[in-house]
T-cell receptor, first 115, second 109 residues
């Protein structure tokens, strides 16, 4: 049973299009994240939500809009896609409070290619 | 500025040839240092957490150590299945992590 699942795994689209990536976790965690991994393998935080509330919004273009309908789901919508948006996007989750070990649980990633 | 640097970028070892990976960091306040393993096409998988200088953690052929400025991941007698990219991350507050760019390890039989 997959703990953090993302769909789609691969996404190929044209510049200017709008696309969404969905993420769900069944670990009962309160905090969810979106990370971007570029071609040099750097993982950079984009957004973090805690119990559906946005708590981290790094310097990400406002073409990127996260949405958390409930604490088990965190989706990422991207408008007007650009070539530089090509990357692997990882969803992650972590527990909070007494269960917080700092460990992040990652999905398998969604590889976005913008042509 | 908070920064995490990993070296080397890539490392080729023969099976059984021990070595170490380095993660150096400059952050304003360290809550924890984490090591992850990432296989191709997969998400990072947690290995270790270290919280204070002098701490060590071991798991099979891997041992992680921490000083005030850096962490080492020692790999003893590696096997081909240890081939992966190893990522280091530092936690600066409860949900903010900075990752290094990783060391890609290739262990040849």
């Amino acid at each position: 049973d997959t703990a953090v699942s993302q769909t789609p795994k691969y996404l190929v689209t044209q510049m200017g299009n709008d696309k969404s990536i969905k993420c769900e976790q069944n670990l009962g965690h309160d905090t969810m994240y979106w990370y971007k991994q570029d071609s040099k393998k750097f993982l950079k935080i984009m957004f973090s939500y805690n119990n559906k509330e946005l708590i981290i919004n790094e310097t990400v273009p406002n073409r990127f809009s996260p949405k958390s309908p409930d604490k088990a789901h965190l989706n990422l919508h991207i408008n007007s896609l650009e070539l530089g948006d090509s990357a692997v996007y990882f969803c992650a989750s972590s527990p909070t409070g007494s269960k917080d070990t700092g460990e992040l649980f990652f999905g398998e990633g969604s590889r976005l290619t913008v042509l | 500025e908070d920064q995490v640097t990993q070296s080397p970028e890539a490392l080729r070892l023969q099976e059984g040839e021990s070595s170490s990976l380095n993660c150096s960091y400059t952050v304003s306040g360290l809550r924890g240092l984490f090591w992850y393993r990432q296989d191709p096409g997969k998400g990072p998988e947690f290995l270790f957490t270290l919280y204070s200088a002098g701490e060590e953690k071991e798991k099979e052929r891997l041992k992680a150590t921490l000083t005030k400025k850096e962490s080492f991941l020692h790999i003893t007698a590696p096997k081909p299945e240890d081939s992966a990219t190893y990522l280091c991350a530092v936690q600066v507050n409860f949900n903010k992590f900075y990752f290094g760019s990783g060391t890609k390890l290739n262990v040849k039989p």
